[in-house]
């Protein structure tokens, strides 16, 4: 993990960061992952860290906190960078920087059928929760 150099995600690294979550399946059609990126850079309660290795945009965590906790969304790692723990470098700094926010906890929601992230986050510490995640668009999709 030592090479792995993590910073706040430039403006002009944001193609680069979705490309990366493309990359990786982690956007959805219904979701622009620019405007995600923007509003997530443009706010004070949220930010998109970014994971360098050698000066290449290699991983990406979006963080954000809502006043009662902090909240993760488009980790992602590129494929030929995995297997060195950047994941759990990325969601350390994730943590870090939701704990300086004075929030008590951490959460993210994975799709139920995604085994291979659940098994990544509980091989870090994390655990599911008994709720149940309930929505209702206003963009007419």
């Keep these: 993990m030592a090479d792995l150099v993590i910073s706040d995600l430039g403006e002009d690294e944001i193609d680069a960061a979705v490309d ?8 959805r059609p219904w979701n622009d992952p620019h405007a995600d990126a923007r509003l997530a850079m443009a706010g ?11 000066g290449r ?8 906190a809502d006043g009662h906790r902090g909240w993760v969304y488009y980790l992602g ?6 297997g060195r723990r950047f994941g759990e470098a990325m969601m350390r700094a994730a943590e870090q920087w939701i ?7 951490l959460q993210l929601m ?3 059928d995604n085994a ?3 098994g990544f986050y ?10 149940a995640v309930l929505s209702k668009r206003f963009d007419g999709r």
Aim: glycine share 8%; charged share 20%.
């Design 20 to 27: 990366l979550w493309r990359e990786v399946n982690l956007t």
């Design 99 to 105: 704990m300086a926010r004075g929030m008590p906890k």
């Design 116 to 118: 291979a992230a659940i």
């Design 122 to 131: 509980e091989a870090i510490g994390y655990k599911q929760e008994g709720v």
């Design 44 to 54: 004070p309660t949220s930010t998109i860290l970014a994971g360098h290795l050698d």
């Design 57 to 64: 945009l290699v991983a990406t965590v979006m963080v954000g």
């Design 77 to 82: 790692v590129l494929p030929d960078c995995r």
């Design 110 to 112: 994975v799709r139920h």
